[in-house]
């Protein structure tokens, strides 16, 4: 779902007429879509909220776990960025021994401050308060992005000859596994860096 929203799953359209259920979720709505893909935005929070690769992939489970407890929520363009944020920050919280305030991290996300203690406090209402991942579940989820990021790769490599193709593959395996290795710990919070804005 999270890597499907990058081309829109649902617009805001498709999510009208729902309700005060809908409503009540739509503290992670933005009136326009941020101007950075969600891809680019996933490499910035990597690059400056200096956390581990598990963060990232507890942020999937738990929006997975919104979908399937709300099944009026959808992922959308408008959505995703402050959701995948606030996932990773409640991940971060719960997981990590170090991290840092709210005011770091709405700053690398975008938001306002009281904004994300909002989404924070938001997230988990949605989630009760359901925030332990089993290992069995995060060895799941990290074998499933690792294939997807294998998958991606191939799919934008260039053609090969037959005779160099296992070797490419072999070659893109080993270096997903560094890049994932690497995740979230290319370097500190500047408090100077350029401020994303998502919220209007």
């Not at 990058?6 to 503290?27: F, H, N, T």
């Not at 089993?134 to 997807?148: A, G």
Request: aromatic fraction near 12%; hydrophobic fraction near 35%.
């Amino acid at each position: 779902f999270f890597f499907q929203a990058e081309d829109g799953i649902r617009d805001s359209v498709a999510s009208r007429g729902l309700g005060d259920v809908y409503k009540r979720q739509s503290m992670f709505h933005s009136p326009i879509i941020p101007p950075i893909t969600i891809m680019d935005y996933v490499l910035r929070i990597q690059k400056f909220s200096k956390c581990s690769e598990s963060s990232y992939i507890v942020a999937l489970v738990y929006i997975d776990r919104i979908l399937q407890k709300h099944c009026s929520f959808y992922l959308t363009k408008h959505n995703i960025h402050r959701l995948f944020m606030t996932c990773v920050l409640v991940a971060i919280k719960f997981y990590e021994d170090k991290y840092f305030n709210n005011e770091c991290y709405s700053r690398i996300g975008g938001v306002l401050c009281s904004e994300m203690n909002m989404l924070e406090q938001e997230l988990l209402g949605l989630l009760d308060f359901d925030l332990v991942v089993t290992q069995e579940v995060y060895q799941k989820y990290e074998s499933n992005i690792q294939k997807y990021f294998l998958k991606y790769s191939c799919l934008l490599s260039p053609p090969s000859s037959p005779a160099s193709t296992a070797s490419s593959q072999s070659n893109l395996g080993c270096e997903q596994r560094e890049h994932w290795k690497r995740v979230g710990k290319q370097g500190n919070v500047h408090l100077n860096n350029p401020l994303l804005t998502i919220s209007h």
